[in-house]
């Protein structure tokens, strides 16, 4: 063996010696990183949680030390109670609304709009508008549209030769209404995610369906849409606490 393939052999020792550094650093990190999340995630979520459900179990008015321990009475009361189902009821409205028309709708877009182009950029610009807008401009963008003195529905109608309506406060028109601003406000979100993950479809195997007579909405069905079933999963996640 001469020195030129002695020197091509990769030591074993050294290789090994670089994989425990990248773990030591990885576990390193990880040290550093956890503690103060798993803190602020104990202090907002966890401890709040445990005092919610030591307060249920009391028949308390909100003021001093809960001493009438009443058990499970309170959750009974909220399980009899109508307009607990009514909200369970809007509540899995609003999630299947979520995921029969919010993904189809961000993901049929990110297929029209996920390769980069210029145009295809200022498209993606306009639909995720919506989600980085903050609550409160959406708010007031929403309440002109459905005010029923002034609002861009009631003009609609009043074009239509019918008569003005106060969407949020008519009881057939204020769950649609929620519904459109749900949409409106998160489907942007849903497409950035669907945009990520058809960006990581190999072009390869794209170019190779065309080449075989594929069509575009079959390549989107049998070959993008399959390969990006993860982002599909994390964003139905999403859908469902978004919707809430």
Partial sequence: MTTLDRTAVPRRGNADRVKKGL????????LIL???ALILFSLFVILPLADAVYYS????????AP??????????RLLDHSVFHTALWNTAKLI???????????????????RKTPTNT?????????YILAEVAAGLIWSFVFDGDYGITSS?????????VYVLADHQWAFPAIMTVIVWKYFGFHMMIYIAALQGVPKDLVEAAKLEGAKPR???????????KHAIVVSGFFAIVLAE
């Fill in 23 to 30: 773990v030591s650093g990885k576990f390193t990190a990880l």
């Fill in 34 to 36: 956890l503690p103060p």
């Fill in 57 to 64: 179990g009391f028949s308390w008015n909100g003021y001093g």
């Fill in 67 to 76: 001493s009438d321990f009443v058990g499970a009475q309170n959750y009974q």
């Fill in 96 to 114: 299947l609304v979520s995921l029969l028309i919010q993904m189809p709708l961000a993901l049929g877009l990110a297929l029209l709009v996920y």
């Fill in 122 to 130: 200022l498209f993606r610009l306009v639909f995720f508008l919506p």
């Fill in 156 to 164: 609609l109608l009043h074009a239509m030769g019918q008569e003005s």
């Fill in 218 to 228: 079959q390549v989107a069905l049998f070959v993008q849409i399959p390969l990006i």
